[in-house]
Every structure is written in structure tokens, then in C-alpha cells.
């Protein structure tokens, strides 16, 4: 895999907003918490290949986490099913942290090529605030990380 070059301006723009929410970004790591709301698969596909970057993670303090009372940041694939939609919320509530949400994949950003089905609620947003979303069907592993990299404050 590359070495990411995260651009800066995503993380700027994401800690201008939060800071304005009086939030901040996390700070030394992030602990996050996967949960597929609905995915196809391939988002996860790409997430397996960003979790074998284990030793540039590593060097991030970015490990992922099963318990959301420890995780610093949500992170959401596919497309918000209705059966979903109390899981998401308890978890995130479950939350002690930062509490950034961070959806991945254009599914869970408003549905994807789900949309108009009327099993699909259009996107995470419509459940729970996001933070930051990753556009793509699948986003790429380096995408993935560099959003990942942009929701750590330096
Ligand atoms: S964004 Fe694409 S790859 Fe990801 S869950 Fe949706 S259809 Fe699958």
C-alpha cells in the first residue's frame, strides 16, 4: 500500500466545524468502532485491506475496537437499513469519547446504488449526525485512511 498523503484541508475543514460545535478532533490515536449497517460486502473488502496496514496504523496510534465504550470514532458501511437504525444509535450513544461518525462508502453517505429501495433509510445521515464521509463505491484503502488520518488532530 502507499504511504498516504492526507490533505490537510479535509482535516482543517473538519476541525473548523467541530470547534464551532464546541468538539474537538481526537488527539494521540483513534480507536474506532466498525459497524456494517447494511453493506454489500465490498466496502469491508477494502476496510480487511486497510486493517493489513497494520504496522502504518500502528504508527497512528489507529487500532479498531469492538467495545464502543472505548472507540473515539463511529465508522459505518452500507446503506442504514431500517433494522439498523436502533443499532447505530445505541451504539453511538454508548460512546464516551469524541464521538466522530465517519460513513464510508456511498451507500452509507445517502443509499448509493440502494437508494430507491424502500428497504433503505438513504444514508446514515438520516439517523445520526455525520462527521466526515468517504464518497466512493468502495472508497480505495489509501482513501479510507487519509479520512482516517484527516478525523486525528496532529
Ligand atoms: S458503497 Fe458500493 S461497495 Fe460499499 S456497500 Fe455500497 S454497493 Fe457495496
Same mark, same amino acid.
Given at each position: 500500500?502507499? /504511504?498516504?498523503?492526507?490533505?490537510?484541508?479535509?482535516?482543517? &475543514?473538519?476541525?473548523?466545524? +467541530?470547534?464551532?460545535? #464546541?468538539?474537538?478532533?481526537? @488527539? =494521540? %490515536?483513534?480507536? /474506532?468502532?466498525?459497524?456494517?449497517? =447494511?453493506?454489500? =460486502? #465490498?466496502?469491508?473488502?477494502?476496510?480487511?485491506?486497510?486493517?493489513?496496514?497494520? &504496522?502504518?496504523?500502528?504508527?497512528? =496510534? *489507529?487500532?479498531?475496537?469492538?467495545?464502543?465504550? @472505548?472507540?473515539?470514532?463511529?465508522?459505518? @458501511?452500507?446503506?442504514?437499513?431500517?433494522?439498523?437504525?436502533?443499532?447505530?444509535?445505541? @451504539?453511538?450513544?454508548?460512546?464516551?469519547?469524541?464521538?466522530?461518525?465517519?460513513?464510508?462508502?456511498?451507500?452509507?453517505?445517502?443509499? #448509493?446504488?440502494?437508494?430507491?429501495?424502500?428497504?433503505?433509510? %438513504?444514508?446514515?445521515?438520516?439517523?445520526? &449526525?455525520?462527521?466526515?464521509? +468517504?464518497?466512493?463505491?468502495?472508497?480505495?484503502?489509501?482513501?479510507? *485512511?487519509?479520512? +482516517?488520518?484527516?478525523?486525528?488532530?496532529?
Amino acid at each position: 500500500m502507499k /504511504i498516504p498523503h492526507p490533505d490537510p484541508t479535509i482535516g482543517a &475543514a473538519l476541525a473548523q466545524r +467541530l470547534a464551532a460545535e #464546541g468538539r474537538v478532533r481526537p @488527539t =494521540g %490515536g483513534l480507536a /474506532i468502532r466498525h459497524i456494517d449497517a =447494511g453493506s454489500c =460486502g #465490498g466496502c469491508e473488502l477494502e476496510l480487511r485491506s486497510v486493517r493489513a496496514w497494520q &504496522a502504518g496504523l500502528a504508527a497512528y =496510534g *489507529i487500532r479498531f475496537v469492538d467495545d464502543p465504550r @472505548t472507540a473515539d470514532i463511529l465508522l459505518v @458501511t452500507g446503506v442504514a437499513t431500517q433494522g439498523m437504525a436502533e443499532p447505530l444509535r445505541r @451504539t453511538l450513544a454508548a460512546m464516551a469519547g469524541a464521538k466522530l461518525v465517519v460513513v464510508m462508502g456511498d451507500c452509507a453517505v445517502d443509499g #448509493g446504488v440502494f437508494k430507491d429501495s424502500p428497504a433503505v433509510l %438513504g444514508g446514515v445521515a438520516r439517523l445520526i &449526525a455525520v462527521d466526515l464521509a +468517504l464518497t466512493g463505491c468502495p472508497p480505495a484503502p489509501e482513501q479510507v *485512511i487519509n479520512g +482516517l488520518l484527516a478525523a486525528l488532530a496532529s
